[in-house]
């Protein structure tokens, strides 16, 4: 992980080239090490295959750019996965760099916005009516979950509050400042049914996560974090009319899949970490893992399980609400870093299977990963 | 009571929405039904979701529709200098598709799940765009 959040100066490639040098470093490997090379750029773009060249990496046996959204970390895990089980790589670097801030002082709203010419075809028309970029799009999911649940912006609001909690006992989070249910409530609207505090954090930096066979593994420097399952669900894009938009994601098949294949069920899960680009979408994804019925999610995030003292440990980081918003390298980090038990203040206590969940797109694309603390 | 307002955006009209915006500059909401199997869709198709087939005809919808979800846009000119909101609805037309417009005259806080729209057109550039009305 190289330095996250509002951090100047080095562009998203630099970011990358930094990402991978310190991962290759933290597993105590060598750059030549490396047979593979999974890259992934976030909404501003700028991180190509290119990065080879950048890293000066040669005769790798796997290289490949990656376009999933918030999907694209777990994507590349599990494409790092199936290569190795096949013998087509052994020790593969994935990578995932963004840099949206580019000037100090101004919003990424208005870095995104301004001075657009419209976009071709269907997506000018959306955009014309205001849809633009993921904050409108995710609103609409997340008022049709209340309008068909009677979820409540309160209770979206107890997401953002135990999240802050937890990033408080984070040095890296850029959030470092307690928030109540009513700083929550008195925030700002970005689009209604999303106060400003229902919002993912705009952040720069770049991490890279090393995938080897678990026997490589149990010799390297840090403690070992076994990939015992993953999958994937891609509903499709289901604006032009699907009764499930804003009520399910992929995670009610990309779930059962992961767990499946790690031989655990969800009631062996330790530690949770949720792609939480708004605090809507914890709650929905927590009813489509089985952690409460569908429908319930609002009412089982304001029961008090969430936040540090909790019955579940979820988003430990502050997630993207609170920590820092690299996409579905987010949760994947936090991820191992409490698979490893390397928590600090926020280490769960029980942290033998860890579940890592991502969207992509307007829930337009899921994945799962059941990470196990050991190489066996 | 806050009313919506109207705000749209510039829109281009190229070989995707050609057709599309004839049909608006007419007062039109145009939809595609399948010859093959008679599903409707919407003006976005280009084969039957239904059966894939291509052979799909263009008709005018009803322009009746009920509100599926809904968001509200807070435009602000300058931080803390705030404008007339602007509601954005996901509108079930009667023949089934879905499409995503801003909601003209309407009070935020009363919209509702199942809320009856009725399309309208507003202009953007050159184009007439459509937008819903509340069903008064």
Aim: hydrophobic share 40%.
């Amino acid at each position: 992980m190289t330095e996250i959040g509002k951090v100047y100066g080095p562009d998203r490639s630099q970011f990358a080239q930094q990402a991978v040098r310190l991962a290759v470093a933290d597993a105590g490997l060598q750059m030549s090490d490396l047979d593979g090379l999974l890259v992934s750029s976030g909404i501003a773009g700028g991180v190509s295959i290119e990065l080879q060249r950048d890293l000066d990496l040669r005769d790798l046996s796997l290289v490949a750019g990656v376009s999933m959204w918030g999907t694209s970390m777990s994507v590349m895990i599990q494409m790092a996965c199936m290569a190795i089980e096949t013998g087509q790589a052994d020790t593969i670097a994935c990578v995932f760099a963004d840099a949206p801030l580019q000037d100090r002082g101004r919003s990424f709203g208005a870095s995104f916005a301004e001075g657009r010419p419209p976009k071709p075809g269907w997506r000018g028309l959306t955009e014309a009516a205001g849809i633009v970029g993921g904050n409108p799009l995710m609103a609409m999911n997340a008022r049709r979950h209340m309008l068909t649940y009677g979820t409540t912006s309160e209770q979206f609001g107890h997401v953002a509050v135990a999240q802050r909690e937890w990033a408080l006992r984070n040095p890296q989070a850029q959030m470092k400042k307690p928030i109540t249910l009513a700083d929550h409530q008195d925030s700002r609207w970005i689009v209604e049914p999303f106060h400003l505090l229902d919002c993912c954090l705009v952040s720069n930096g770049g991490i890279a996560v090393i995938v080897t066979s678990a026997e490589r593994a149990a010799d390297l420097a840090q403690p070992p974090v076994r990939i015992a399952g993953y999958g994937q669900c891609n509903p499709g894009y289901f604006d032009r009319h699907d009764e499930n938009f804003g009520l399910v994601s992929g995670a009610v098949k990309s779930g059962p899949a992961a767990l499946a294949m790690a031989g655990v069920t969800i009631d062996d899960v330790d530690v949770v970490q949720f792609y939480d680009c708004y605090t809507y979408t914890v709650v929905v994804t927590l009813e489509d893992y089985g952690f409460c019925k569908k429908g319930e999610g609002g009412e089982f995030v304001a029961s008090g399980v969430l936040g540090p003292g909790g019955s579940l440990p979820l988003n430990t980081g502050g997630g993207q609400l609170s920590s820092f918003y690299l996409q579905g390298a987010t949760p994947v980090s936090e991820g191992i870093i409490q698979a490893r038990g390397h928590g600090g203040a926020r280490q769960a206590a029980d942290h033998d299977v860890v579940l890592v969940s991502n969207n992509g797109g307007s829930l337009d694309h899921h994945t799962t990963l059941v990470l196990t603390a050991g190489a066996a | 009571m806050t009313t919506s307002t109207i705000n749209l955006g510039p829109v281009c009209r190229d070989a995707t929405t050609d057709s599309f915006f004839s049909a608006t500059a007419k007062g039109q909401f145009p939809i595609c039904r399948c010859s093959d199997c008679g599903v409707v869709g919407g003006p976005q198709q280009t084969q039957c979701a239904s059966c894939g087939s291509a052979a799909l005809a263009w008709e005018a919808a009803s322009g009746r529709a009920v509100v599926r979800s809904y968001i509200v846009n807070h435009q602000r000119a300058a931080p803390g200098e705030t404008l007339a909101p602007v509601v954005v609805a996901i509108g079930e037309l009667a023949e089934g598709p879905w499409w995503w417009a801003q909601v003209a005259d309407v009070d935020p806080d009363a919209v509702t799940e199942g809320m009856r729209l009725v399309l309208d057109f507003a202009r953007s550039g050159e184009e007439m765009v459509p937008i819903f009305r509340p069903d008064t």
